[in-house]
Nanobody
Framework: QVHLVESGGGSVQAGGSLRLSCAASGEAVTAYCMLWFRQAPGQEREAIATINSDDQTTYVDSVKGRFTISQIKSERILYLQMNNLKPEDTAMYYC????????????????????WGQGTQVTVSS
């Protein structure tokens, strides 16, 4: 079992920054993917950033250049640095732990993640 706990959400004005954290505890996994999902009201959960156990990262176009996913593996902490926030970034943000596929790719389907955190709310006002 793995337990994930997010923190760092809050309310900011457009153009501001936030850094989300996700602390993992429990069973250690050597080959993995960790993702940040977000879900806005009335919308489906969307994977916005992934990082695998080799620190390879991917981003959806809507956050590319503004958000940075990173991890400190020795401390089992995942980060999401969010800069130049926009009102459309308002959502509940979740971290997940999922399987690492052949070639280092990560599943981005919410149904295929193994573990979820409880989420942290990000609200961006215009």
């Amino acid at each position: 079992q793995v337990h994930l706990v997010e923190s760092g959400g809050g309310s900011v004005q457009a153009g501001g920054s936030l850094r989300l954290s996700c602390a993992a505890s429990g069973e250690a996994v050597t080959a993995y993917c960790m993702l940040w999902f977000r879900q806005a009201p009335g919308q489906e959960r969307e994977a916005i950033a992934t990082i695998n156990s080799d620190d390879q990262t991917t981003y959806v176009d809507s956050v590319k250049g503004r958000f940075t996913i990173s991890q400190i593996k020795s401390e089992r902490i995942l980060y999401l640095q969010m800069n130049n926030l926009k009102p459309e970034d308002t959502a509940m943000y979740y971290c997940t732990l999922g399987p690492r596929l052949y070639g280092g790719r990560c599943h981005t389907s919410p149904h295929l993640q193994n573990y979820w955190g409880q989420g942290t709310q990000v609200t961006v006002s215009s």
